[in-house]
């Protein structure tokens, strides 16, 4: 799955906005999405069970950590432009991996904006 997402990220970078470094646009935007991912679920998960909220601090913590394994994993051995050659997708299709990728893309973004609000929400805090 990452790879694939990876390699998508990695075309709209070259080919949609033609940046002149999108292995590592694609990797740091990557990187970004998994960590929204992971702060939206560890945050709403702590309110609901413990009833309290992940600070700011913690979640740019989470997110230069993700940020430092996908480079490391991704970008400074290598396995990006290999990435890039086996050309993955999801079910051997192409627009139903376009389709996803950018279902990823959304989910994951669309926890800046509504995330914390719900958190407020369950907290009694908004």
């Known amino acids: 799955m990452i790879n694939t997402l990876y390699y998508y990220y ?7 906005l033609r940046d002149n470094e999108p292995h ?3 990797t740091l935007v990557l990187s970004f999405s998994f960590s929204l991912l992971v702060n939206g679920i560890i945050d709403i998960s702590m309110a609901h069970l413990f009833g309290i909220a992940l600070g700011k601090y913690v979640m740019l913590g989470f ?4 940020i430092a394994i996908f480079y490391f994993r991704l970008h400074r051995t290598g396995r990006a432009k290999e990435i890039v050659k086996e050309k993955p997708m999801f079910f051997n299709n192409h627009l139903l991996t376009i389709l996803i990728t950018f279902l990823f893309f959304a989910i994951t973004t ?3 904006f509504w995330g914390s609000g719900y958190v407020g929400d369950i907290l ?3």
């Open 10 to 16: 990695f075309l709209f970078y070259k080919k949609i």
């Open 24 to 26: 590592m646009l694609a």
């Open 63 to 66: 997110l230069l950590l993700i």
């Open 110 to 112: 669309s926890f800046l």
């Open 124 to 126: 009694g805090t908004r």
